[in-house]
């Protein structure tokens, strides 16, 4: 009966490791990320690819309206 005991405390005690240090150790803010909401591929003249890519403003999206003419997201170009 020991035998099955230990097992089942081992079992306890991987559940209990793994529950706590299954947390945000490498946590990154949503602030802080860069989210691609929306990516256009062009194809220019002269063989060139133009790469747009639309990233939103984390202080300007949420239930509070732009004000002032500053939108909610920025777009980001490249050739």
């Not at 909401?37 to 002269?46: E, K, S, T, Y």
């Amino acid at each position: 009966m020991q035998r099955g005991t230990r097992r089942v405390a081992l079992v306890a005690l991987l559940l209990t490791v793994v529950v706590l240090f299954a947390g945000c150790w490498d946590l990154e803010e949503v602030e802080d990320l860069g989210l691609i909401l929306a990516l256009a591929v062009d194809r220019l003249p002269g063989g060139e690819v133009c790469l747009l890519a639309q990233v939103p403003n984390p202080a300007m999206v949420g239930p509070t309206p732009a004000v002032g003419g500053v939108t909610p997201g920025t777009s980001i170009g490249s050739k």
